[in-house]
Antibody, heavy 120, light 114 residues
Framework: QVQLQQSGPGLLKPSQTLSLTCDISGDSVSGNLVAWNWIRQSPSRGLEWLGRTYYKSKWYNDYAISVKTRITITPDTSKNQFSLQLSSVTPEDTAVYFC??????????WGRGTMVTVSS | DIVMTQSPLSLSVTPGEPASISCRSS???????????LVWYLQKPGQSPQLLIYWGSNRASGVPDRFSGSGSGTDFTLKISRVEAEDVGVYYC???????????FGQGTKLEIK
């Protein structure tokens, strides 16, 4: 049974870097035919896909245009996890952040979500 | 980006009655491989979204057969044949056809029980 366990701070000040980690159990971060995604949800923006990482002979990343200049998603094969870094945060980045496994072009497994608040 | 538009935004259904949710996309979700890259999720109160339907009409593992997805191109429908109390929550559609990926979600449809 695949499970995703999220961790990371829930309160940031403007201009800081958001860092979240998603630990994977029951699957491999470098597994075939899967991708590892970050999505966020806020009342103002709804559900918003942020980006993903996946392995297909080498590592690839795809990022949403809205955050492309500020986002980095990094796999860690030694810990079987992947992480999200979002730099220069503002109050508009306040949201619940989810990690999710993508398979067959759908997010079949989700983490429980991390509420991140950006406030001075 | 592809814009996903759901309707209605809310509906109230009597247990045992059917329910239907529409999702329209601003561009076709029909891939050259013949699959429609349209996904349905249910987010129950206080929970993460859970996968219901992928590729437009394929039920995810463990999803009751009262849920069905249909449609092609730009018009899709999620149907619940007989609503149960556990079906309350917000239903979202999502497209995954765009390359490079720019996955987008609908606004959500809130289902309540009468």
């Amino acid at each position: 049974q695949v499970q995703l366990q999220q961790s990371g701070p829930g309160l940031l000040k403007p201009s800081q870097t958001l860092s979240l980690t998603c630990d994977i159990s029951g699957d491999s971060v470098s597994g075939n035919l899967v991708a590892w995604n970050w999505i966020r949800q806020s009342p103002s923006r709804g559900l918003e896909w942020l980006g993903r990482t996946y392995y297909k002979s080498k590592w690839y990343n795809d990022y949403a245009i809205s955050v492309k200049t500020r986002i980095t998603i990094t796999p860690d094969t030694s810990k079987n996890q992947f992480s999200l870094q979002l730099s220069s945060v503002t109050p508009e980045d306040t949201a619940v952040y989810f990690c999710a496994r993508e398979m067959s072009n759908a997010f079949g497994i989700w983490g429980r979500g991390t509420m991140v608040t950006v406030s001075s | 980006d592809i814009v996903m538009t759901q309707s209605p935004l809310s509906l109230s259904v009597t247990p045992g009655e059917p329910a239907s949710i529409s999702c329209r996309s601003s561009q076709s979700l029909l891939h050259t491989n013949g699959y429609n890259y349209l996904v349905w999720y249910l987010q129950k109160p206080g929970q993460s979204p859970q996968l219901l339907i992928y590729w437009g009409s394929n039920r995810a593992s463990g999803v009751p057969d009262r849920f069905s997805g249909s449609g092609s191109g730009t018009d899709f429908t999620l149907k619940i044949s007989r609503v149960e109390a556990e079906d309350v929550g917000v239903y979202y559609c999502m497209q995954t056809v765009q390359t490079p990926p720019a996955y987008t979600f609908g606004q959500g449809t809130k289902l309540e029980i009468k």
